[in-house]
């Protein structure tokens, strides 16, 4: 069977600016019905989720995924409500050993499809300083200038 093409569908843009990722990891998600139609929708929001392990398990915390508006009632679930994600033991004994140390965090990058299942791609980040930031910027803007006069120099 073929593997179908991924494609994203909520994007964290602000972990990049404000951690530094020492490395990724894949994990499935546990969701309702109406949480996937409504991700279907491209409603939801990742800024300020993270993920976290409490008892042996990993829990997406803070992600935004919105009511289904064609969702009775009964199903309808609070849209800060925590998700569960799925790692295998070992996973979650390794990030459970990282998160422990110091300034580390789990930050969902991006939620995407893959063989028909929503995945979230995690990322193990330690945040970035003020002046990291004010650094990376201004390199940004250095390269957008150089492109500008070499468009102009043409």
């Given at each position: 069977?073929?593997?179908?093409?991924?494609?994203?569908?909520?994007?964290?843009?602000?972990?990049?600016?404000?951690?530094?990722?020492?490395?990724?990891y894949?994990a499935?998600?546990?969701?309702?019905?109406?949480?996937?139609?409504?991700?279907?929708?491209?409603?939801?929001?990742?800024?300020?989720?993270?993920?976290?392990?409490?008892?042996?398990?990993?829990?997406?915390?803070?992600?935004n995924?919105?009511?289904?508006?064609?969702?009775?009632?009964?199903?309808?679930?609070?849209?800060?409500?925590?998700?569960?994600?799925?790692?295998?033991?070992?996973?979650?004994?390794?990030?459970?050993?990282?998160?422990?140390?110091?300034?580390?965090?789990?930050?969902?990058?991006?939620?995407?499809?893959?063989?028909?299942?929503?995945?979230?791609?995690?990322?193990?980040?330690?945040?970035?300083?003020?002046?990291?930031?004010?650094?990376?910027?201004?390199?940004?803007?250095?390269?957008?200038?150089?492109?500008?006069?070499?468009?102009?120099?043409?």
């Amino acid at each position: 069977m073929s593997e179908r093409v991924l494609s994203d569908l909520l994007v964290n843009r602000r972990a990049r600016r404000d951690y530094i990722f020492l490395e990724t990891y894949e994990a499935g998600l546990v969701l309702t019905g109406s949480e996937v139609k409504s991700l279907r929708e491209g409603k939801g929001q990742l800024e300020g989720a993270y993920a976290q392990i409490e008892g042996g398990e990993a829990w997406l915390l803070q992600a935004n995924i919105p009511i289904y508006a064609n969702a009775t009632s009964f199903t309808a679930r609070d849209p800060k409500a925590p998700r569960k994600l799925l790692l295998h033991k070992a996973e979650i004994r390794k990030l459970f050993g990282a998160t422990s140390l110091k300034g580390r965090a789990l930050i969902p990058l991006k939620l995407y499809w893959k063989n028909g299942r929503v995945k979230v791609l995690l990322g193990l980040g330690v945040g970035k300083a003020e002046h990291d930031k004010r650094e990376e910027l201004r390199a940004l803007e250095a390269k957008k200038d150089i492109r500008i006069a070499m468009h102009r120099r043409r």
